[in-house]
C-alpha cells in the first residue's frame, strides 16, 4: 500500500483541475462503512504478501531452528517472549491510535477529494488512497487486539496451569514451533505499523502540497 500512496502523490498537481461534488464523496464514504466489507478489506490489508510471505517463512525456519538447538527451557522461553511484547504491544497499539488521529488532523478539502477521487482497481478490487490507508489501520488495531487478547490469556495459563508447563516440556519440537510462529507474527506486524507510519509520512506531504496549492490559489 505504501508504494500507492507514494505514486499517488505525483498525481495531486494534476487533480487540481478534477471536479469532485460533495455528494459524491459522501456517497464514498458510505460505501466504505459497511461493517464486513471493512472488516474483510482490512484483514486482506495487513496479510503479508508474496515477497513479505517469503521473508517471513525463511525467518520462521530460522527462528524454530535456532530455538530447538538453542533454548533448553522452552516454557521461561515462552513467558519471556509473551511478557517483553505485551507491553511493546499495548505501546504501539497507542501509537497506532495517535497515527489515526494525527491522519484525520492532516485532511483537509483537497486532501479528502483527491483522497477518495485518485482510484487504484486491482483484480476486480475498487480502493482508493482513503481506503487503502484506513483498511490498514483498521487491519493492525484488529491484529493487536487479538495479540493483546491472546497474552492475557497465556499469562494466565502459563502462570497457573501445571498442565501447560508439563505439555511444554515435553513437546520441544511443538513448543519451538510455537515460538517461532508467534515470534514472526510480531515481526510481521511491527512491519505493518511500519509501513503505516510511511503512509502517514506520504499523506503529510500530499497535506502541505495541498496547503501550498491553496495559498498560491489565494495569491
Not at 48 to 66: D, M, N, Q, T, W
Request: net charge negative; proline share 1%; with cysteine.
Amino acid at each position: 500500500m505504501k508504494e500507492e500512496v507514494a505514486s499517488n502523490e505525483e498525481e495531486v498537481a494534476s487533480s487540481e483541475n478534477d471536479v469532485v461534488s460533495i455528494e459524491e464523496i459522501v456517497r464514498r464514504l458510505l460505501d466504505e462503512n459497511n461493517t464486513q466489507k471493512v472488516l474483510k478489506n482490512s484483514l486482506k490489508e495487513v496479510l503479508p504478501k508474496k515477497l513479505e510471505l517469503l521473508v517471513l517463512i525463511f525467518f520462521f525456519i530460522i527462528a524454530s531452528s535456532f530455538t530447538y538447538i538453542f533454548i533448553e527451557n522452552s516454557y521461561d522461553a515462552i513467558k519471556f517472549a509473551i511478557s517483553t511484547s505485551n507491553g511493546t504491544i499495548l505501546v504501539l497499539f497507542a501509537v497506532t491510535f495517535t497515527a489515526g488521529a494525527l491522519f484525520v488532523s492532516l485532511l483537509n478539502e483537497k486532501i479528502i477529494a483527491f483522497l477518495l477521487y485518485a482510484t487504484n482497481e486491482k483484480k476486480g478490487r475498487y480502493k482508493t488512497p482513503y481506503s487503502g490507508f484506513s483498511w490498514q489501520f483498521y487491519g493492525i488495531i484488529i491484529i493487536y487486539i487479538i495479540i493483546i487478547a491472546f497474552n492475557f490469556l497465556a499469562q494466565i495459563l502459563l502462570n497457573y496451569s501445571s498442565v501447560i508447563e508439563l505439555c511444554i516440556l515435553v513437546n520441544p519440537v511443538v513448543s519451538s514451533i510455537f515460538l517461532a510462529l508467534y515470534c514472526t507474527v510480531i515481526i510481521h506486524i511491527l512491519y505493518e505499523t511500519g509501513c503505516l507510519a510511511y503512509n502517514l509520512y506520504q499523506i503529510l506531504k500530499l497535506s502541505v502540497i495541498g496547503l501550498k496549492m491553496k495559498n498560491m490559489e489565494g495569491e
